[in-house]
């Protein structure tokens, strides 16, 4: 067996040290993020956000920490009480309207971003409209990764076309075509609302759509008043287009309904466009297998949501966190996530071609129409507001009783709505 000299092995240690070492600077760095993107759909376009990052950023070493369950009904009570208990995670998704500024900001938990996008000559570059909704006295406090659209009707195609049914492009219409459905035996409405915000997602989607967008953003600024009597028929139609849908609702996911949608167990469902991630993950393509149409009244209306990211005041890992919301904040993040997420840009020089034909349509819709903040994920109220309102319409669902929906939601309004 050959010698190995001292020289060359005290040499070859060294070198291993060395390494070693860089290795141990390297991930000395850390982040810890936190979301819900958990679900099929939701979580593809995260982990290729988290490889972006780590390419970029390869020296600080990424916690994902997510809390499953759709529309973040788990993940918010999560990082209220780590918030409260001053614990924050080093960034978090957050709805950007109210659900940011009543819980984060009024309450003095979050520090501006505005200089960081200053900093990095960005500032300029979102969509103003969107910036509003993370805005709170002068300053920025969270950074817009997308836009999604709440008030879409997604159908599948090869059901409408065997049971000779043209896409509905009114509620009457919608009506008719789940008439017929339900004659041929069919399941016209996939519901899933075992989380409850899921109704109020297809409610406030019928709100609107009843009140128009003015009507519908004036009961957020005072100007119009809960009893206006939209609410009443807004109510009615729920109830109504709810008869249609599958008897196991309370036992499903959103994700459970459009796979209803994808079995070809159920013609439609109503859903954000995170839906549009979770078709294109089971493989089918936009105006190929599935189709949608937005659900809004003649004027049309956007329902905006917008999942984005803040810099809680005591992050443990605050230039982790900065690192991140760098990327949040980037072309590349941006039009890495998005196309999978189902989701549109918030910059304005984001890349329209890696978009596909359902995300492009959007973009357009999305700078022409009223935008209207949703309730179910958190721009237009509270979420005190919109957790009772889950509950009501929880409760509307079980015993159809519309005089006492009214009321109860107009005591919530009169209650939560300040
Ligand atoms: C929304 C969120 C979307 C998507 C959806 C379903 O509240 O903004 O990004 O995650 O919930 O989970």
């Not at 919301?325 to 039009?335: C, T, V, Y």
Request: glycine content about 10%; proline content about 5%; aromatic content about 10%.
């Amino acid at each position: 067996m050959a010698q190995v000299p001292w020289k060359r092995l005290g040499f070859l240690v060294a070198a291993l040290l060395f390494v070693t070492g860089i290795a141990v600077a390297a991930t000395i760095s850390q982040v810890e993020i936190f979301s819900w993107w958990t679900g099929v759909g939701e979580e593809e376009g995260l982990q290729a956000l988290i490889k972006v990052f780590q390419r970029r950023a390869p020296g600080i070493a990424i916690t994902n920490a997510t809390v499953a369950g759709g529309g973040g009904i788990n993940a918010k009570a999560v990082l209220q009480s780590r918030m409260v208990g001053e614990t924050p995670p080093d960034s978090f998704q957050v709805h950007g309207g109210a659900e940011l500024i009543h819980s984060y900001v009024k309450t003095g938990m979050m520090e501006p971003v505005t200089s960081l996008l200053e900093q990095w000559g960005i500032r300029k570059r979102f969509n103003p409209k969107i910036m509003e909704l993370c805005s709170y006295g002068g300053e920025i406090y969270s950074i817009p990764l997308n836009v999604h659209r709440g008030n879409v009707l997604w159908y599948n195609r090869a059901l409408l076309s065997k049971h000779q049914i043209r896409p509905p492009d009114s509620l009457d219409s919608l009506f008719k075509a789940c008439a017929t459905l339900k004659k041929a035996g069919v399941i016209p409405l996939a519901l899933g609302d075992r989380n409850k915000w899921e109704a109020t997602h297809l409610f406030e989607t019928l709100l609107a759509m009843t009140l128009g967008p003015a009507r519908y953003n004036g009961l957020w600024n005072g100007t119009t008043p809960f009893d206006d009597p939209g609410l009443r028929t807004s109510l009615e139609r729920f109830k109504q287009l709810t008869r249609y849908a599958n008897p196991n609702h309370a036992a499903l996911t959103w994700q459970d309904a459009i796979r209803m949608v994808y079995e070809g167990k159920a013609a439609f469902n109503v859903m954000g466009d995170w839906a549009e991630g979770y078709f294109k993950t089971l493989g089918w393509q936009p105006g190929k297998e599935f189709g949608w149409t937005a659900l809004c009244g003649p004027g049309g209306n956007f329902m905006v949501i917008t999942d984005t990211f803040g810099l809680p005041k005591g992050a443990p890992h605050r230039s982790g966190a900065v690192a991140w919301l760098k990327l949040i904040a980037s072309l590349e993040g941006q039009d890495t996530f998005n196309p999978i997420k189902g989701a549109i840009p918030s910059r304005l020089d984001a890349n329209r071609a890696r978009y596909d034909v359902y995300l492009r349509k959007s973009m357009d819709d999305f700078a022409r129409l009223t935008l209207t903040p949703s309730i179910a994920h958190g721009s237009a109220a509270s979420q005190v507001f919109s957790g009772a309102l889950d509950d009501l319409l929880g409760s509307y669902l079980a015993d159809g009783d519309t005089d006492r929906a009214v009321k109860n939601i107009q005591l919530a309004a009169r209650l939560y709505l300040k």
